[in-house]
């Protein structure tokens, strides 16, 4: 059943099309007693020459509206806006030129001198791609050799030729092809369009700022890289710096929790030094009680001896605890202490300004380091003061860093110097708020904050820092007359 619907409508389609031939030849010939492309001068030279013809008069017929045998200017200008879709111009000048009234046998001879009536088959099908943007028949037009000779067939509409021959069965594809046909047909090849020098110049101009723009941002990507790579060497140095600082800052904590173990001892070794003098001095005592109590003269010359002894031992203890007993006044060791305590504290406000500094350094340096992974980040890195401004507050971190190093090292090495001389610890105390009380308990007026203690340049760079620091060894000197005797563990 399936087979015999589809046999009946394929016969129903192919008698529609029969009827349609035969109507479209109906209108289109005159039933003459002589043959039309005997009549017309130039005469048909082939059957392409006589279809050509019928369908040159069928388009003669399609723009005579008033089917007075001639086709007026006004009838092609109408012709043109309503049935071809286009606004006014001067097409019909390339149709009518000097002639107002054009005939059949006008409208053939001017077709036969054409240039479209003498395309060959690659310039119909080149007029298929370009002009008319249909290149999926290119196959159809070669197969049937479609010259220029034939376009008039299309531009009729030829339902036969069309459907049957060229296989175009989609009605827009043949509306188009007709209006074009018909274009090229009556007002001859279509306009290619003029070269635009200025079009090309302008466009050659941005190629040339476009491969600019391309190289300058390649060079300042390349730019930006370096600057970045030896920023992250500065901030490498800087973290180095930071480093070194915390290792010197052991090494004074250290220094510190020895000289608190040096106090103590000598504090031990006086404590029983004087245990000793004393033992001795009960000794002597005890030696005199015996050799006054004594009966025998032998006796008492041997205690006297003996006590002559003792009195001797005790006389050296005495020479040199009298020595030992002579000090720097406390007042002075306190207010050399409570010296050191507020010069550390303003050292200590240094430090935290140089490791804030540092902080944002390297916040900065990792946000543009983000950045430089993408392109657009890049290029913005590139063209902004960024990196000018991150290189700026790296060396203002470095030199910060720098005179807080070398600050530390300027006041361990004073103030081993002033101990060394005093004979006493300044480092080791009882600290600012006992200090403070002590020494002003009696006095009204507050304390006011000193300044701080002004930069000491150093000759190396931050790298070099371990390498000319001073070793932080806590020494009491032992060779001053009036010092206390140094005992060592």
């Given amino acids: 059943k399936n087979l015999m619907s589809k046999i009946i409508i394929y016969l129903s389609t192919i008698e529609s099309l029969v009827d349609k031939h ?40 399609q723009l005579d509206d008033d089917n007075d045998g001639g086709i007026e200017v ?36 001017g077709w036969k001198i054409s240039e479209v009536h003498n395309w060959t088959l690659e310039d119909a099908v080149q007029w298929l791609k370009e002009s008319v943007e249909l290149p999926q028949y290119e196959k159809n037009f070669r197969e049937f050799k479609v010259d220029g000779n034939t376009l008039p067939r299309i531009a009729a509409n030829e339902p036969s030729f069309m459907s049957m021959q060229l296989k175009i069965l989609d009605q827009r594809h043949k509306q188009k ?81 020895e000289n608190r173990t040096v106090a103590v001892e000598k504090q031990n070794l006086e404590q029983k030094m ?3 003098i004393n033992g001795a001095k009960r000794e002597a005592s005890r030696l005199r009680e015996l050799r006054e109590g004594a009966e025998c003269e032998l006796s008492r010359l041997k205690y006297a001896e003996e006590e002559l002894v003792q009195v001797r031992m005790a006389l050296k203890r005495a020479e040199k605890e009298m020595q030992s007993d002579w ?55 590139a063209h902004s003061s960024s990196l000018d401004e991150v290189d700026h507050k790296i060396l203002e971190a470095k030199k910060s860093l720098s005179e807080v190093t070398a600050c530390l ?24 708020p006992n200090l403070t009380a002590s020494l002003y308990a009696d006095h009204s007026w507050v304390v006011m904050p000193r300044m701080s203690v002004p930069p000491y340049p ?31 563990s």
């Fill in 74 to 109: 006004n009838e092609s200008v109408e012709f043109i806006i309503e049935d071809m879709k286009q606004q006014q111009t001067n097409k019909h000048s390339n149709l009518h030129r000097e002639d107002q009234h054009i005939t059949v046998e006008e409208l053939w001879r």
């Fill in 409 to 432: 090292r300027e006041r361990l090495h004073r103030w081993q110097q002033i101990e060394k001389i005093c004979g006493f610890p300044v480092v080791n105390n009882s600290g600012l």
């Fill in 177 to 257: 092809l007709n209006l074009k046909a018909l274009d090229a047909v009556l007002f001859g090849p279509p306009l290619r369009p003029h070269h635009h020098w200025l079009k090309d110049f302008v466009l050659m101009i941005s190629i040339i700022i476009g491969v600019g723009g391309c190289w300058f941002a390649y060079i300042q990507n390349k730019s930006s890289r370096i600057h970045i790579s030896q920023m992250m060497k500065d901030l490498e140095s800087l973290q180095h710096a930071e480093q070194s600082l915390i290792e010197l800052q052991s090494r004074l904590e250290k220094a510190q929790e």
């Fill in 327 to 381: 000090s720097v006044p406390e007042a002075l060791q306190m207010w050399l202490q409570l010296t050191h305590e507020v010069e550390l504290q303003y050292y200590n406000i240094k430090k935290q300004n140089a490791e804030l500094q540092l902080t944002v350094a390297k916040d900065e340096a990792e946000k543009i380091k983000k950045k430089r992974n993408s392109v657009f980040g890049t290029l913005h890195v």
């Fill in 458 to 488: 150093i000759a190396g760079g931050v790298d070099d820092l371990d390498e000319d620091t001073p070793p932080i060894i806590p020494q009491f000197t032992c060779n001053h007359p009036l010092h206390k005797p140094c005992y060592t």
């Fill in 22 to 61: 035969l109507s479209w030849t109906k209108d289109n010939f005159v039933s003459l007693s002589a043959d039309p492309c005997l009549t017309v001068i130039p005469p048909c030279m082939n059957e392409a020459d006589r279809f050509s013809l019928e369908a040159l008069r069928h388009i003669h017929k």
């Fill in 274 to 276: 004087r245990d000793e």
